[in-house]
T-cell receptor
Framework: EPEVTQTPSHQVTQMGQEVILRCVPI?????FYWYRQILGQKVEFLVS????????KSEIFDDQFSVERPDGSNFTLKIRSTKLEDSAMYFC??????????FGPGTRLTVL | KQEVTQIPAALSVPEGENLVLNCSFT??????LQWFRQDPGKGLTSLLL???SQREQTSGRLNASLDKSSGRSTLYIAASQPGDSATYLC??????????????WGLGTSLAVNP
């Protein structure tokens, strides 16, 4: 069964460094998402992406964040200058025309 | 602003028991509601999706109901097993135009099924 994959599973970085989180959505899906979950808190929406552009973004998704679908298969989330409060589990999701969102296993980002 | 609440926050039951998890949302203008399972340190697995026009959905031992007017959904798990131990999350997609499909999440119910 097709699944969403994410790499790396765990990323440790120093504050102020740039990180790129990578996702490979299910191949025929059209809508792509990033969510994050800070330990002990609710899952939060960051951004949705459709037709090669951002369709919606949250207040969290400021100028430090960007997304790309560089080659038709990967979907990346870049954080330009990480802060301590960016430490969280980051989930990628994709969906086709049905509304069930399929999630990857997540990347645990630790900012020191 | 849509808020999603789940009660109880934690639940511990003996194996074989039937149980109900609750989810409530403040704005009834939803497009659909999804129930997910999250194992510790792992990703989110979709269990059931209920469209706003539906009253319930079933998958195996799981049954989810939706009462949109009262802002409530329940997830019923029949004959619980230790393998059901996980955190169960509900998430709603609000009504909105076009491609805005973000999900708004509850904090989850942590379920422990004891052998």
């Amino acid at each position: 069964e097709p699944e969403v994959t994410q790499t790396p599973s765990h990323q440790v970085t120093q504050m102020g460094q740039e990180v790129i989180l990578r996702c490979v959505p299910i191949s025929n899906h059209l809508y792509f998402y990033w969510y994050r979950q800070i330990l002990g808190q609710k899952v939060e929406f960051l951004v949705s992406f459709y037709n090669n552009e951002i369709s919606e973004k949250s207040e969290i998704f400021d100028d430090q964040f960007s997304v790309e679908r560089p080659d038709g298969s990967n979907f990346t989330l870049k954080i330009r200058s990480t802060k301590l409060e960016d430490s969280a589990m980051y989930f990628c999701a994709s969906t086709l025309s049905t509304d069930t969102q399929y999630f990857g296993p997540g990347t645990r980002l630790t900012v020191l | 602003k849509q808020e999603v609440t789940q009660i109880p926050a934690a639940l511990s039951v003996p194996e074989g028991e039937n149980l109900v998890l609750n989810c409530s949302f403040t704005d009834s203008a939803i497009y659909n509601l999804q129930w997910f399972r999250q194992d510790p340190g792992k990703g989110l697995t979709s269990l059931l999706l209920i469209q706003s026009s539906q009253r319930e959905q079933t998958s195996g031992r799981l049954n989810a109901s939706l009462d949109k007017s009262s802002g409530r959904s329940t997830l019923y798990i029949a004959a619980s097993q230790p393998g059901d131990s996980a955190t169960y999350l509900c998430a709603v997609r609000r009504l909105g135009a076009g491609n805005n499909r973000k999900l708004i999440w509850g904090l989850g119910t942590s379920l422990a099924v004891n052998p």
